[in-house]
């Protein structure tokens, strides 16, 4: 579905995890670019219902913003809601190592607002958490609906916060 972005043949589920993950913890990962325009935040806040019921979730972010204010309104809004101890950003990151990451999270999302912007992409992300095996989270989509639907290796939600925390929960 998205042969110009992504190199599947790359990808392996097989490869043992390549990060030391707490063992008392439960990570939520999100890969991708951390710009302002995705309304990340969204995920800061979901993450807040999430840690009230299961209090090891963490959640991380494997990626960059573009611009200092990306990962500042990320960092606030956790700060803002007390969770700030559950947030990770780890920045760019190669390939394998981002997909380390992803195999060790317990759970995947991809959300995409609903605006104009993002109503027509190539859900990449989606993708690369499916080919490492991993389970997923995803908002309705254009794109990212029939994928999940018809694979059923995942768990599709509204972009609201309650549902999108119970879906992950």
Known sequence: PVPSSLNL???????????????????IVYLGTLLRQRQLEFLV??????????P??????????GMAGDERALTDEA??????????????LD???AWDYVRAADVCVSPYAPIPLLL????????EYMALGRPVVASTHPEQTPILRDSG?????DW??????????
């Open 9 to 27: 043949a790359r990808l392996d589920a097989s490869v043992g995890v390549g990060v030391d993950k707490p063992s008392n913890e439960r990570w």
């Open 45 to 54: 806040r979901v993450l807040a219902r999430v840690v009230e019921r299961e």
């Open 56 to 65: 090891r979730a963490r959640l991380l972010f494997v990626g960059k913003g």
């Open 79 to 92: 700060r803002r809601l007390g969770v700030e101890h559950a947030v990770t950003i780890t920045g760019w």
């Open 95 to 97: 390939e394998p190592r």
């Open 120 to 127: 027509s992409t190539s859900p990449t992300k989606l993708i």
């Open 153 to 157: 290796a995942g768990l599709l939600a």
């Open 160 to 169: 609201d916060e309650d549902e999108f925390a119970v879906a992950i929960l």
